[in-house]
């Protein structure tokens, strides 16, 4: 029995439904298309085991003890150096904190910069973690569709001129999550200039980036940022591991300073004993050759979804072809709910999300789904995407 109320900034936050749909995916026969997961068999498991093991025997007071808030400085210096020298990521107003996953540089962004009521832009979809994220701030969510060839500017320009109270525009600009696609260079640069001429921080989302399978590499937004407008959030959950919960942000330094405290009020630090790790296998091993690896692993998967999914439903929905990333994003004919196909499917025991997840307003009906080819083996894909036919067949007799 609940005995006082809820605060309003929780009271409206619904659970991720993303978070719900892997509770369904614990029963060992559904296959899932659902989760944002990477390819566990990616995971460097041994080099992992003899670096902390190492760490235990020659640094225990270091890496069991508590750690600064800003993160391992010799991880944070390791990675400032690989993030200019590969990348162009940062200036000399910049600087970088290590954060509890890319989740946490989100939240603690929206939390340094959103008072409430204040206006956020994000892409339309988004990714439905931010979207909490935001929503527990009771802010005003304003959503730009995402275009081929990313976030609709002409739309986004539109709500910047009638709307003075936006702080903040949120992007996922390479691979977006849900929709696969890559804002081009050119919207980058109309991203910037808007920043600049309506005063508003660009919050870009990268974790995907690096997870590249064909097609021409497109700067970063925060490596033409000149005027320090982009606070930058990277992670290493997709090209290491998501459970080591270790992610960073390079921002302006007056944005990190109060970051750094916006994190000390969630947790204090970041898992010093993980940081470590990651630090000796960056300098140790070295990341390129694990993302090489990802890349191999996922470009398979990505081809025989593709593949299944055409031969068992192409003729029903438009599945769209990613250049990187871990997923394909479905769009079913007009008058089809995304969310009732997910249902279906659920019946054949096969996982999904539905499109309507990453809306701003999520209980409007959407005709697309969201599929995930790195974590099925290539037996489930093959076997699922069979099933999944069968659920689009089901689901076309349901409406005629």
């Known amino acids: 029995m609940q005995l006082v109320p809820y605060s309003e900034r929780i009271s409206s936050v619904a659970p991720s439904a993303i978070r719900e749909i892997l ?10 298309f659902a989760a944002g997961n990477p390819a566990t068999e990616s995971f460097p498991a041994k080099e992992f085991s003899d670096i902390i093991s190492k760490i235990l025997a020659e640094e225990p007071g270091v890496a069991l003890q508590y750690g600064i808030s800003e993160g391992y400085l010799p991880l944070r210096n390791t990675l400032k150096k690989r993030l200019l020298d590969k990348y162009g990521i940062g200036r000399s107003f910049d600087d970088t904190i290590i954060v509890t996953g890319g989740q946490q540089g989100i939240e603690i962004t929206a939390k340094t910069l959103i008072n409430e ?24 969510l304003k959503s730009s569709p995402v275009e081929p060839d990313g976030m609709d500017m002409d739309k986004l320009e539109d709500i910047l001129k009638n709307d003075n109270k936006v702080k903040l525009v949120y992007v996922i600009p390479t691979f977006q999550n849900p929709s696969g696609r890559v804002m081009s260079l050119e919207k980058r640069k109309q991203l910037l200039d808007l920043a600049d001429r309506y005063n508003f921080m660009i919050l870009e989302d990268n974790p995907y980036y690096d997870l590249r399978y064909e097609g021409e590499v497109v700067p970063t937004i925060k490596s033409l940022d000149e005027n320090g407008r982009v606070i930058y959030c990277g992670s290493f959950s997709k090209v290491l591991a998501p459970g080591i919960r270790v992610g960073y942000v390079t921002a302006p330094d007056w944005m990190i300073s109060k970051l750094t405290v916006a994190k000390q009020l969630s947790d204090v630090h970041t898992n010093l004993l993980m940081q470590m790790v990651i630090y000796h296998y960056l300098e140790e091993v070295g990341l390129d050759r694990q993302i090489e690896k990802i890349i191999k692993i996922n470009r398979k998967k990505r081809d025989l979804m593709l593949e299944g999914l055409e031969a068992s439903c192409g003729d029903f929905m438009h599945i769209e072809k990613p250049e990187g990333g871990l997923f394909l994003w479905a769009t079913l004919p007009e008058g089809f709910d995304g969310m009732r196909l997910c ?29 995930n080819f790195s974590l099925p083996t290539h037996e489930q894909i093959e076997k699922g995407c069979a099933y999944f036919g069968k659920a689009c067949e089901a689901y076309q007799k349901e409406m005629r």
């Not at 009521?117 to 005003?140: K, M, Q, Y």
Request: aromatic share 12%.
């Open 117 to 140: 009521r204040d206006t956020l832009v994000c892409e339309e979809p988004s990714f439905i973690g931010a979207l909490n994220a935001f929503r527990s701030f009771n802010v005003t």
């Open 343 to 371: 249902k279906i499917a659920g019946q054949y025991k096969i996982a999904a999300v539905p499109g309507s997840s990453f809306c701003v307003n999520d209980y409007d009906i959407y005709p697309a789904i969201r599929l």
């Open 23 to 32: 509770k369904v995916t614990q029963d060992p026969t559904v296959i899932s």
